[in-house]
């Protein structure tokens, strides 16, 4: 902001101290000094957002400057004076100062008034992490572990969005024991005119502090869930909680893909059996083709412990894939939760289970990085060696 200083005399000690107490804020440039002899004489061929009027003594020498100044400037004027008379302020203030500042409290004073006028910059925009959640296959668990992840999250930030978008068997408004008055279509159906407080209004608050966008409740309903529609759900989650969980219900139709592209992270979900290892090896290998980065896909196994499963390390070779998280098998403790509505991270929180969703909270995902033109230039060299120089 440009600045300009008016006053009797450059060589006013005030107008040293007011140039010193402005070098410290870089948003105000100048400043420049005009008397106001000058000011009342002629217009002035400059301009300023920021005009400080030095008042010489106590009767306000100087006041009537003020509004010649209003003429010429459309910014902030600010009146410097001592405030022996309150009727000098109220003068000042009504011949078009924005503010008075008293001369005997300038180091004080000044500084407070000039950071009430630099511009604030506008908060940006709040955008939680994203995390999918993809079973590999029926009966791994998917829903349990979406649930326990969302409330895990909720007592460590306070609150967390779960969004169930299994449409076809959504459950998670059951493992929370809440029967919502609306769904995920009624989000979509409301794509037009939804704003945060109305998505906000169609949230089922749990005590623990989920909240939950349950699926339509009808499978006629199912039909009405779009993938804008779904976007939006999504943007307006992120901004309400620092953490959304979304339970999946696969990785091909179009609202589920939108998930997976915006996601932070994606959790797929499996067990340490044939069937299992093998529809999650479709599963990352059509990620390829979705080009969701591979570094933001994370294997889990749940259940683990069962009687008969494959080996770690042979599903990992057959996977290329590290597992990184092993949720063990305790299905006294989960479905005696899961049947009375408590999740187990509220019922009981130091269980093994619920710490192994607690480390799997911590997991952060990262994007992959471009490779450099070395490492492309000598892969594009061995593919020309390889290929007989094609």
């Not at 009027?53 to 004076?81: C, H, K, Y």
Request: hydrophobic residues 45%.
């Amino acid at each position: 902001m440009r600045t300009l200083i008016v006053g009797h005399c450059l060589q006013d000690a005030t107008v040293g101290k007011l140039k010193q107490l402005l070098a410290s804020f870089p948003e105000f440039s100048g400043p420049m000094f005009v008397t106001s002899e000058s000011v009342q004489r002629k217009r002035l061929e400059i301009t300023a957002e920021l005009v400080v009027v030095v008042l010489s003594d106590e009767q306000g020498a100087g006041q009537s400057v003020i509004p010649r100044l209003r003429e010429m400037f459309t910014g902030r004027v600010i009146a410097l004076g001592e405030i022996a008379d309150p009727k000098l302020i109220l003068r000042s203030l009504q011949l078009g100062a924005d503010l008075f500042v008293d001369v005997m409290e300038l180091e004080t004073e000044f500084p407070a008034a000039l950071r009430r006028l630099v511009p604030k910059p506008e908060p940006k925009e709040r955008i939680g992490n994203l995390v999918g959640v993809l079973s590999a296959c029926g009966g791994c668990g998917a829903s349990t572990v979406a649930v326990n992840l969302a409330a895990v999250q909720a007592r460590e930030h306070k609150r967390s969005v779960l969004i169930d978008l299994n449409l076809g068997r959504g459950d998670l408004a059951a493992l929370l024991d809440l029967k919502p008055q609306f769904s995920l279509a009624n989000a979509c159906l409301n794509e037009g005119r939804m704003d945060q407080a109305m998505f906000g209004k169609m949230l089922a608050r749990h005590s623990s502090g989920v909240h939950l966008l349950s699926s339509p409740p009808n499978y006629a309903d199912a039909r009405a869930v779009t993938a804008s529609g779904v976007k939006q759900a999504l943007s307006l989650a992120r901004g309400m909680a620092p953490e959304v969980v979304v339970d999946l219900e696969d990785c091909f139709h179009g609202e589920q893909v939108e998930v997976l592209r915006q996601a932070t992270g994606v959790l797929v979900v499996c067990r340490l059996d044939f069937t299992s290892l093998r529809n999650t090896r479709r599963i990352l290998e059509h990620f390829t083709r979705l080009e969701v980065q591979r570094s933001r896909v994370k294997v889990v196994v749940n259940q683990h412990g069962r009687h008969g499963e494959l080996p770690v390390n042979e599903a990992e070779d057959a996977l290329n894939e590290k597992i990184v998280s092993f949720i063990p098998h305790h299905p006294k403790a989960v479905h005696g939760a899961n049947n009375a509505g408590v999740p187990l991270a509220v019922s009981d929180p130091n269980s093994k289970v619920v710490k192994s969703i607690m480390e799997l909270a911590n997991i952060r995902f990262e994007e992959d990085k471009p490779p450099s033109r070395l490492v492309w230039g000598f892969n594009r060299l061995l593919n020309g060696v390889f290929n007989g120089g094609r």
